[in-house]
């Protein structure tokens, strides 16, 4: 059997020489063609390495049957963009770090990679080398106790402030150069400290100088990660000698710069000693690892500089071959790994104030891949109708209030739009006016207004008046900058205003043409009749949605003041009567399907809301169901609001692709009557 991996590669810079050097030592590649924006350049290149090599325009390398990995070696701002070309060309990918600018462009090549089932590693190479799996192992194995802290560090000075390096435009700058280096490997470290594949810092403070081209020159960062516990329990004796004890906090100090030269090293502290590396990107010829443990001789790992151990870029090269014939991720370098990274890197740059021009919050940031937005071919979604409504309505509400940034936002929007999802829920009132200002870049950038059901939501108490529905109306539309609301709706109900002074002055916006149709969120069932009696006796339009909280798991209290719940059987009993279209919020009971333990009483919100034999009985349920269809619990708690006989359309708020992606498997859940009442502990 021929396992042979032909590889192209893109991009016929520096370091892609350095990988083509390096090739030959892996055990199964061979270089056959070079990519280039340039052909002339490609050429050049292939003319130096010698060889029948095949070049061409990355569109030409790409089409070629004979490629089966490609190499990206371009500047920062064209990995996302080459990836997705090469995923949909059927071609692997190992990609130059970063993967992409920013975690909102890494989480769309992220779910490509997925879902086409092509194997994409970022090409991190010091992760693939011995040196790093030796250091690893000892701080699993506990070897200097228990990890307090790394420091770590790639840093050089370039006597040029032109070029890439210096150019915002082209994501310069030493963050997203290197400093990805000293950041991956204090994730993996602060994981193998805690027995995981990587930690997350849950604190990150950074100081730093943006120079005058407007990149970073040089940064320190100070990163926080969970408490750990050195090998054994607490008490034990653990291989090293030292007593096993639960650390506060892991703390990691991580620098990098392009202008100012640092040592590149990276030093492990513990309870029992230290770990050094002096080259722990593998990049020079001294690369050793010394240990150093209390009343021990210090003990001195070297690699030699032409072994085939010490070859990283064919070490990465076989690492992918092994990841696409096993069918997932490198166990040295995955996905998720590069997610966490990204997500790192955006948080380091906003510390010191960093962000491109072509990222910015009001900036016109295409699709990652630059193709036009549509929606594909067979989507998932299911589609119901509101009265008074021209536009098909998704099952599932998008909702606006968990984006940080614009490029994280149209990453998460555009992947709902292509799966069919044109429904988005956003309020006066979440983030100050932040998220709807991002909502409505998003929608002016891609320039599909018509395609999309916006529900728009004001008068949220102590604001519950008349008055400021239109106040907060006209301030919603000018942030979105569009004119009309497909659907508007009271945050609150304000019992001490009469209802009909609300029912006309929604009235007054509907002749205008500000509002299409309207309701209410967190509407008790008799206001909501009150409205309608009020709108019929008076000729006027009543009430067209409601959006309450309703799920599988009966609610005993509601998360914030002012709430109101249907999951009660006098509620379900008015739905089933009034048929009117019910956008119901938190519809997998916050969480409860996914992580409730009846002996976990850790978070107090879900203990008051949901906490009962009967639900937990319902999630039993759940489970058991989802097991037989091959989905969680969750899927299964979304198709049970999804199948009621009144219409629904769930709100949820993702926070990220895979989140999405976690919601929409409920949409391939079609329950029927029986599965329904059993579910919900009537049979």
Same mark, same amino acid.
């Given at each position: 059997?021929?396992?042979?991996?032909?590889?192209?590669v893109?991009?016929?810079?520096?370091?892609?020489?350095? $990988?083509i050097?390096?090739l030959? &030592?892996?055990?199964?590649?061979?270089?056959?063609?070079v990519?280039?924006?340039?052909?002339?350049?490609?050429k050049?290149?292939a003319?130096?390495?010698?060889?029948?090599?095949?070049?061409?325009?990355? &569109?030409?390398?790409?089409?070629?049957?004979?490629?089966?990995?490609?190499?990206?070696?371009t500047?920062h701002?064209?990995?996302?963009?080459?990836?997705?070309?090469a995923?949909?060309?059927g071609?692997?990918?190992?990609?130059?770090?970063?993967?992409?600018?920013?975690?909102?462009?890494?989480?769309?090549?992220v779910d490509?990679a997925?879902?086409?089932?092509?194997?994409?590693?970022?090409?991190?190479?010091?992760?693939?080398?011995?040196?790093t799996?030796?250091?690893?192992?000892?701080?699993?194995?506990?070897?200097?106790?228990?990890?307090?802290?790394?420091?770590?560090?790639?840093?050089?000075?370039?006597?040029?402030t032109?070029?890439?390096l210096?150019?915002?435009?082209?994501?310069?700058g030493?963050i997203?150069?290197v400093?990805?280096?000293?950041?991956?490997?204090?994730?993996?470290v602060?994981?193998?400290?805690?027995?995981?594949?990587?930690?997350?810092?849950?604190?990150?403070?950074?100081?730093?100088?943006?120079?005058?081209t407007?990149?970073?020159?040089?940064s320190?960062?100070?990163?926080?990660?969970?408490?750990a516990?050195?090998?054994?329990? &607490?008490?034990?004796?653990?291989?090293?000698?030292?007593t096993?004890?639960?650390?506060?906090?892991?703390?990691?100090?991580?620098?990098?710069?392009?202008?100012l030269a640092?040592?590149?090293?990276?030093?492990?502290?513990?309870?029992?000693?230290?770990?050094?590396?002096d080259?722990?990107?593998?990049?020079?010829t001294n690369?050793?690892l010394?240990?150093?443990?209390?009343?021990?001789?210090?003990?001195? $790992?070297?690699f030699?500089a032409?072994?085939a151990?010490?070859?990283?870029?064919?070490?990465?090269?076989?690492a992918?071959a092994?990841?696409?014939?096993a069918?997932?991720?490198p166990?040295?370098?995955?996905?998720?790994?590069?997610l966490?990274?990204?997500?790192?890197?955006?948080?380091?740059?906003?510390?010191?104030?960093?962000?491109?021009?072509f990222?910015?919050?009001t900036?016109?940031?295409?699709t990652?891949?630059?193709?036009?937005?549509?929606?594909?071919?067979?989507?998932?979604?299911?589609?119901?109708?509101?009265?008074?409504?021209?536009?098909?309505?998704?099952r599932l509400?998008?909702?606006?209030?968990?984006?940080?940034?614009?490029?994280?936002?149209?990453?998460?929007?555009?992947?709902?739009?292509t &799966?069919?999802?044109?429904?988005?829920?956003?309020?006066?009132?979440y983030?100050?006016?932040?998220?709807e200002?991002?909502?409505?870049?998003?929608?002016?950038?891609?320039?599909?207004?018509?395609?999309?059901?916006?529900i728009?939501?004001?008068?949220?108490?102590?604001?519950?008046?008349?008055?400021?529905?239109?106040?907060?109306?006209?301030e919603?539309?000018?942030?979105?900058?569009?004119?009309?609301?497909?659907?508007?709706?009271?945050?609150?109900?304000?019992?001490?205003?009469?209802v009909?002074?609300f029912?006309?002055?929604?009235?007054?916006?509907?002749d205008a043409?500000?509002?299409?149709?309207?309701?209410?969120?967190?509407?008790?069932?008799?206001?909501?009749?009150?409205?309608?009696?009020?709108a019929?006796?008076?000729?006027?339009?009543?009430?067209?949605v409601?959006?309450?909280?309703?799920?599988?798991?009966?609610?005993?209290?509601?998360?914030?003041?002012?709430?109101?719940?249907?999951?009660?059987?006098?509620?379900k009993?008015?739905?089933?009567?009034?048929?009117?279209p019910?956008?119901?919020?938190?519809?997998?009971?916050?969480?409860?399907?996914?992580?409730?333990?009846?002996?976990?009483?850790?978070?107090?919100?879900?203990?008051?809301?949901?906490?009962?034999?009967?639900?937990?009985?319902?999630?039993?349920?759940?489970e058991q169901?989802?097991?037989?269809?091959?989905?969680?619990?969750?899927?299964?708690?979304?198709?049970?609001?999804?199948?009621q006989? $009144?219409?629904? $359309?769930?709100?949820?708020?993702?926070?990220?692709?895979?989140?999405?992606?976690?919601s929409?498997?409920?949409?391939?859940?079609?329950?029927?009557?029986?599965?329904?009442a059993?579910?919900?502990?009537?049979?």
């Amino acid at each position: 059997m021929d396992n042979t991996c032909n590889w192209a590669v893109l991009g016929p810079g520096a370091i892609a020489r350095r $990988f083509i050097s390096q090739l030959p &030592a892996s055990r199964n590649g061979r270089l056959i063609a070079v990519g280039s924006s340039d052909p002339a350049r490609a050429k050049a290149l292939a003319d130096e390495v010698g060889g029948d090599l095949r070049t061409g325009t990355y &569109a030409e390398i790409l089409a070629d049957p004979a490629v089966d990995a490609v190499y990206i070696s371009t500047v920062h701002t064209t990995h996302a963009r080459l990836t997705l070309e090469a995923i949909r060309a059927g071609k692997h990918v190992l990609v130059e770090k970063p993967l992409a600018p920013n975690f909102g462009s890494v989480m769309a090549v992220v779910d490509a990679a997925r879902e086409s089932g092509v194997t994409v590693v970022e090409a991190y190479m010091y992760r693939f080398h011995r040196q790093t799996r030796l250091l690893l192992r000892l701080v699993a194995e506990g070897a200097i106790g228990k990890v307090s802290h790394i420091d770590a560090s790639f840093s050089f000075a370039t006597s040029s402030t032109t070029g890439r390096l210096f150019d915002p435009a082209l994501a310069g700058g030493g963050i997203l150069d290197v400093g990805g280096y000293p950041v991956s490997i204090a994730r993996a470290v602060a994981g193998a400290a805690t027995g995981r594949a990587f930690a997350e810092p849950t604190e990150l403070t950074a100081t730093g100088t943006i120079g005058s081209t407007g990149v970073d020159e040089w940064s320190v960062a100070q990163l926080t990660f969970p408490a750990a516990r050195a090998n054994g329990a &607490a008490g034990e004796v653990g291989a090293s000698g030292a007593t096993g004890e639960v650390a506060a906090v892991i703390t990691a100090t991580v620098r990098t710069g392009v202008r100012l030269a640092d040592p590149e090293s990276v030093t492990v502290y513990g309870s029992a000693g230290t770990i050094t590396l002096d080259d722990p990107w593998t990049i020079r010829t001294n690369t050793a690892l010394t240990l150093r443990v209390i009343g021990q001789d210090p003990q001195v $790992f070297s690699f030699a500089a032409d072994s085939a151990d010490h070859k990283p870029y064919a070490l990465e090269a076989d690492a992918l071959a092994r990841a696409v014939a096993a069918g997932g991720d490198p166990d040295e370098m995955s996905l998720e790994d590069s997610l966490g990274t990204a997500k790192v890197l955006d948080r380091w740059r906003a510390a010191i104030g960093l962000r491109y021009p072509f990222e910015t919050n009001t900036s016109d940031i295409p699709t990652v891949s630059g193709l036009p937005l549509q929606a594909k071919a067979g989507a998932p979604m299911r589609y119901g109708t509101i009265d008074g409504l021209a536009k098909p309505v998704s099952r599932l509400v998008m909702g606006c209030d968990n984006q940080p940034d614009l490029a994280h936002a149209s990453a998460v929007f555009d992947h709902f739009f292509t &799966a069919g999802g044109n429904t988005f829920d956003t309020a006066w009132l979440y983030g100050k006016g932040f998220y709807e200002k991002l909502f409505g870049q998003w929608v002016k950038n891609r320039g599909i207004r018509d395609e999309l059901v916006v529900i728009v939501k004001g008068a949220h108490t102590p604001h519950c008046d008349p008055e400021s529905i239109t106040r907060q109306l006209l301030e919603s539309l000018e942030r979105q900058q569009h004119g009309t609301a497909d659907i508007y709706m009271l945050h609150r109900d304000n019992t001490d205003v009469p209802v009909g002074e609300f029912v006309d002055v929604l009235n007054d916006h509907v002749d205008a043409g500000r509002i299409t149709v309207f309701g209410g969120s967190n509407w008790s069932p008799e206001r909501v009749d009150e409205a309608d009696a009020y709108a019929a006796a008076n000729g006027k339009r009543g009430f067209s949605v409601l959006s309450n909280h309703f799920g599988l798991a009966e609610a005993y209290d509601v998360p914030w003041a002012g709430c109101k719940h249907m999951t009660d059987p006098a509620s379900k009993a008015w739905l089933e009567r009034k048929q009117i279209p019910l956008l119901p919020w938190s519809s997998q009971a916050r969480g409860f399907f996914a992580r409730a333990d009846a002996a976990d009483h850790s978070d107090a919100e879900l203990v008051r809301c949901y906490y009962s034999d009967a639900n937990f009985e319902r999630k039993r349920r759940a489970e058991q169901l989802g097991a037989e269809l091959g989905v969680p619990a969750t899927a299964v708690a979304l198709a049970f609001v999804l199948a009621q006989s $009144f219409p629904t $359309f769930p709100l949820f708020g993702p926070r990220t692709i895979a989140e999405t992606g976690s919601s929409m498997a409920g949409l391939s859940v079609v329950l029927d009557a029986a599965q329904v009442a059993w579910l919900d502990l009537q049979d």
